[in-house]
């Protein structure tokens, strides 16, 4: 390779590594990293009304290819290539010694201990944790380096270094918010504090902002929602309610970010598994129909606000066909309990109204209107999928729902015409 | 429409192999063993794997095994199930299924299911239902497929299974294209695919193209050529596959070529990287798109490759 035949770049590459490592040690509170090319910099220290930022001091050159200021660093993108190569170089040396020096360390215990060899062994161990967390700064998907850290962290008692493992995934998700990696390493962490005793309700508090406040930055990212519901696990049934409430304004504010749309869903179906087992006139029960309630007409309001938007038709979806399958069941006997409306004609009434009132189309209509038609079509073709008793008038069932379908969305043409024969075949 | 700049394309893949004075270009050095897959496999369909030499190859994958059995992403890294299965892939291709120690692959696979059935990527323990579809697949290939908990490896997966036909990375989680491959992929497998609600599934998927006859991964996102695979093979799997309109997203893969200087992105005029390329030819392969080898929606390697594996699995009973 030509970095390893060039002695001027493995200095260079040496020289930056020693640099940024001094950066993160000299202050630990780091809590955004970046990539900045490094006219930016210069930007950056105007804004600041200063020529030099924080670096200058702890790297001794007047001109630095880092810039930190507030707890925020930013490394020039022209030095990532030779840093990276020497993070790599280094944590792999770093790594491979441990673990021949850990071998060591067995044969000697099992031999009756050395000491200088465990001093070695903690000189080596720090060794990793200081060049992993470089690396993994650089390259957050670097699944050795993170393993290296469990391997040590696995042997250490002190819930602090937890915490601080925590910190350091933080900040990688602060630049890189889909690491599968830092996600994974995170939750790792997370059952091992629970297992040794640290406050569940703490924890789910921190993980919930830190995903909203990434799902912020990084829209519908799977991997941060992933990890909200990984922690539904550790919930109780008030904490369930807590998030359904505290996550319904967030997703009023994104109504295309389908994920807190699905993990509403999560939520809501947990409730309602609850309820199967509970007495059907129990308050429980009221308070997940009220729950129900209250979700589809805030739906209804959402869709008829932002028009055209799929994620809030498919959360429609959903819960109609649980409301059908739960709720209208039972109806009589909750109508008996505190007057509510519960019957299947008016739900369904209502539902054809929705569907009426988005499904205009005329020639000169923005996508917008097209994308609510389709989605209300497909809507009703999911109701009337869903629900063999719907008794919907005819001709809106076939002939002009598909007409409908193949103005508003002409490219799916093969699925609306696939869709209506089924339905066609199986009355 | 444009052609398929198959030579361009060649030279992109065998280039990519070469370069290593760029950040970009080295930074994923951590994976190169899917990245051998993707760059290899693409090449085989595209008729060209001859020109890659297999011996340097097949040694380098043999590099990356570890005393456990697992198989790292390069030499030196530490095993996971993702590379372990991109190494078998890769032998598969070549034909050299046989220079591997079988039992201790396998022995590595199975110490990887757990007791609910599902799969951890590695010793560290996380549990996705990716990992169930690499598990069924790489020991299908090694024709070991006995040697784990079937029956609890699917009911694994179809716990990942939504209200809306899909299925997620673990139970409950959203229904996203890529983890639906998996999932149908290792119902396949294992022939359970009358778990799946075809129709259901079906529509889900379809509804994923887009205007622009590009599919995206979920509800609301942008189209991408890497799920021209992962839902086209899903809808064939679960012969539903004529309900997608196919030309517009033949043009679509087209369109997303850099027919300059090789390569395929992940949308029109976005730089091109090889794991777009082997998805928007993998996905030209599932749409019958001319001089294409075939390649099966299941095991992700050429049907001809699928076909030697079988046979080699009849001559040795």
């Known amino acids: 390779m030509a970095e390893t035949e060039n002695t001027d770049f493995q200095a260079k590459a040496a020289d930056l590594l020693s640099q940024f490592e001094r950066i993160l040690q000299s202050d630990p509170l780091i809590d955004e990293i970046g990539f900045v090319h490094p006219s930016q910099f210069v930007k950056l220290n105007e804004e600041l009304g200063s020529s030099k930022s924080a670096t200058s001091e702890i790297t001794g050159n007047e001109i630095s290819e880092f810039w930190l200021q507030d707890h925020k660093l930013g490394i020039s993108t022209q030095i990532l290539h030779p840093l990276y190569i020497a993070a790599r170089n280094t944590f792999m040396a770093a790594t491979r010694k441990y673990r021949s020096s850990c071998n060591q360390d067995d044969q000697t215990m099992a031999g009756n201990s050395l000491c200088g060899l465990s001093n070695s062994l903690n000189v080596v161990e720090s060794d990793v944790m200081k060049h992993s967390r470089a690396l993994l700064l650089l390259s957050c998907d670097f699944g050795t380096a993170w393993n290296s850290r469990k391997f040590i962290l696995s042997k250490k008692q002190n819930l602090s270094i937890y915490l601080d493992e925590l910190l350091l995934s933080k900040l990688v998700l602060s630049f890189f918010p889909k690491s599968e990696q830092a996600w994974s390493h995170r939750r790792w962490v997370i059952k091992l504090l629970v297992e040794k005793g640290h406050s569940v309700e703490e924890i789910l508090k921190k993980e919930s902002e830190l995903v909203e406040r990434i799902a912020e930055m990084s829209k519908m990212n799977y991997r941060a929602w992933n990890h909200r519901h990984w922690l539904v696990s550790y919930m109780s049934r008030e904490q369930v309610l807590y998030e359904l409430n505290e996550t319904r304004k967030w997703a009023a504010l994104h109504v295309a970010d389908n994920c807190c749309f699905h993990y509403r869903r999560r939520l809501l179906l947990i409730i309602l598994a609850e309820s199967s087992c509970a007495e059907i006139n129990s308050s429980l029960t009221l308070r997940i129909y009220q729950v129900w309630k209250e979700e589809l007409d805030w739906d209804e309001m959402l869709i008829k606000r932002y028009i055209g938007r799929e994620a809030l038709w498919i959360h429609r979806r959903f819960l109609s066909v649980c409301w059908m399958r739960h709720f209208t069941t039972d109806h009589k006997k909750f109508n008996k309990e505190g007057g509510i409306k519960l019957d299947f004609p008016f739900f369904i009434e209502n539902e054809l109204n929705l569907v009426n009132s988005c499904s205009f189309i005329s020639n000169e209509d923005f996508e917008d209107f097209q994308a609510q038609a389709t989605c209300s079509g497909a809507y009703l073709l999911w109701l009337i999928k869903n629900c063999p008793n719907l008794k919907v008038d005819d001709k809106l069932r076939t002939y002009n729902l598909n007409t409908l379908l193949k103005k508003a969305c002409p490219e799916r043409y093969l699925l609306w015409d696939s869709l209506t024969d089924s339905i066609e075949s199986s009355d | ?317």
């Open chain 2, 1 to 317: 429409m444009g052609e398929l700049a198959t030579e361009k394309h060649v030279q992109y893949i065998l280039s990519v192999e070469k370069r290593k004075d760029d950040f970009q270009s080295v930074v994923m050095e951590h994976l190169r063993m899917n990245g051998a897959y993707w760059g290899l496999t693409a090449l085989d369909i595209l008729g060209k794997l001859n020109i890659v030499d297999a011996d340097e190859v097949v040694s380098w994958v043999m590099s990356c095994q570890h005393e456990s059995g697992g198989f790292a992403g390069n030499v030196g890294h530490d095993p996971h199930i993702l590379y372990t299965l991109s190494a078998v892939q890769v032998l598969a291709l070549f034909d050299k299924l046989d220079v591997l120690d079988v039992d201790k692959v396998t022995n590595y696979v199975v110490g990887l299911q757990n007791e609910d059935g599902s799969f951890s990527g590695d010793i560290w323990g996380e549990v996705d239902s990716r990992f169930s579809y690499i598990a069924i697949l790489c020991l299908s290939l090694l024709h070991q497929l006995d040697k784990i908990n079937v029956e609890k490896a699917v009911n694994f997966v179809v716990s990942c299974k939504n209200m809306d036909g899909g299925f997620g990375c673990t139970p409950g989680g959203e229904s996203h294209s890529g983890q639906i491959f998996c999932c149908v992929g290792a119902l396949a497998l294992t022939g359970s695919l009358h778990h799946v609600d075809k129709d259901l599934l079906g529509w889900w998927l379809c509804e994923r193209q887009v205007k622009s006859g590009g599919l995206n991964g979920r509800p609301e996102k942008l189209p991408d050529v890497c799920y021209s695979w992962w839902v086209l093979s899903s809808l064939i799997m679960i012969d539903r596959v004529h309900w997608i309109n196919k030309e517009k997203l033949i043009k679509f893969i087209l369109d997303c070529q850099d027919t300059e200087n090789g390569g395929i992105s992940d949308r029109p005029d976005d730089a091109v990287d090889v794991y777009h390329t082997y998805f928007g030819i993998a996905g030209l392969s599932l749409l019958e798109y001319p001089s294409l080898k075939a390649i099966d929606p299941a095991y992700a390697l050429p049907v001809d490759v699928v076909n030697r594996i079988r046979l080699g699995k009849r001559h040795a009973i």
